[in-house]
């Protein structure tokens, strides 16, 4: 075995739900032991800062169950079947903001939980918006929109209040893209 | 029901492993319908940047089975039973790097992943370095030390060459500190 490397022996599926679908892997390690891994598999999903000719961002506040807290985070949702990464953040744009971009900037890519969970977060920069038709969420969604300065939400991030990490990173790397 | 908020009518655990413990809740949604909520539960890490007197940051390389992909990272790890978070901070300092610091300082807390995990990263700046003992790893645990100018590094997260999310965020939120 190559230094570093796993090699998988055997792989059985555990529970495939809605959202979280759970592996429970065999492998071999590089010093010839073996040990379990346990995997969530996750579609993945994609970000986006909504950024105004003013300067604006909008987020969304929503429930988040794990946590029992109404957070407040940009846009964002997991990637549908087939569905490019740029599609995805277009099509959330326009479902939990009601905006269309003239200009989608990719800032980067995160892997948020990389010891158990193979989702991949997208984050896009959008601008030169226009908003025709308003939210359209799934039934089990309830979201409201907030809108602030983008230097109000980047003082958030900086004093602890955004907890969401696609939202620090969205903020973070616009931010740094600016100066 | 208040606005945005979900109750829990009954939550059914269906795996309880060694990192992931999955359950799946049933819950009311604010127009009284239904939904299923699926949860991972975490008891949540730490993530540590150390910074020396000359500048250089110390991260560790290791092999993340999720992605199959050696992938560079601050040191990191899980929460123990009843430990703190800078206690964990300390620990996994001591362990994946054997460095002690003088001075812990929090730059910040993250949730990775909001929709269907429980985790909480708490991310530390480790300063006032001092090196004795080297790494003192778990026996499934394969990681290599690379020691980098922190402007390397931050330069490295803006080109999107660090994917994992803790590692951005505690690089950004240093030179944020910083500036």
């Given at each position: 075995?190559?230094?570093?490397?796993?090699?998988?022996l055997?792989?059985?599926?555990?529970?495939?739900?809605?959202?979280?679908?759970?592996?429970?892997?065999?492998?071999?390690?590089?010093?010839?032991?073996?040990?379990?891994?346990?995997?969530?598999?996750?579609?993945?999903?994609?970000?986006?800062?909504?950024?105004?000719d003013?300067?604006?961002?909008?987020?969304?506040?929503?429930?988040?169950?794990?946590?029992?807290?109404?957070?407040?985070?940009?846009?964002?949702?997991?990637?549908e079947?087939?569905?490019?990464?740029i599609?995805?953040g277009?099509?959330?744009?326009?479902?939990?903001?009601?905006?269309?971009?003239?200009?989608?900037?990719?800032?980067?890519?995160?892997?948020?939980?990389?010891?158990?969970?193979?989702?991949?977060?997208?984050?896009?920069?959008?601008?030169?918006?226009t908003?025709?038709?308003?939210?359209?969420?799934?039934?089990?969604?309830?979201?409201?929109v907030?809108?602030?300065?983008?230097?109000?939400a980047?003082?958030?991030?900086?004093?602890?209040?955004?907890?969401?990490?696609k939202?620090?990173?969205?903020?973070?790397?616009?931010?740094?893209?600016?100066?």
């Amino acid at each position: 075995m190559e230094h570093l490397y796993e090699k998988t022996l055997s792989s059985e599926q555990l529970y495939d739900g809605k959202v979280v679908k759970l592996y429970k892997d065999d492998v071999l390690l590089e010093n010839g032991e073996r040990a379990i891994r346990e995997v969530v598999r996750h579609p993945g999903g994609v970000c986006v800062l909504p950024l105004d000719d003013d300067g604006n961002v909008y987020m969304v506040k929503q429930f988040r169950y794990p946590f029992g807290e109404v957070l407040l985070e940009l846009p964002a949702g997991k990637r549908e079947a087939g569905e490019e990464p740029i599609e995805c953040g277009t099509r959330e744009l326009s479902e939990e903001i009601g905006a269309k971009a003239g200009k989608m900037t990719l800032l980067g890519k995160l892997y948020p939980t990389v010891a158990y969970d193979t989702e991949v977060i997208w984050v896009y920069l959008a601008e030169e918006l226009t908003f025709s038709g308003g939210q359209h969420l799934d039934p089990e969604e309830f979201v409201d929109v907030v809108k602030m300065p983008f230097e109000d939400a980047l003082a958030m991030v900086l004093r602890d209040e955004i907890p969401d990490a696609k939202t620090q990173l969205g903020i973070l790397r616009a931010a740094a893209r600016k100066a």
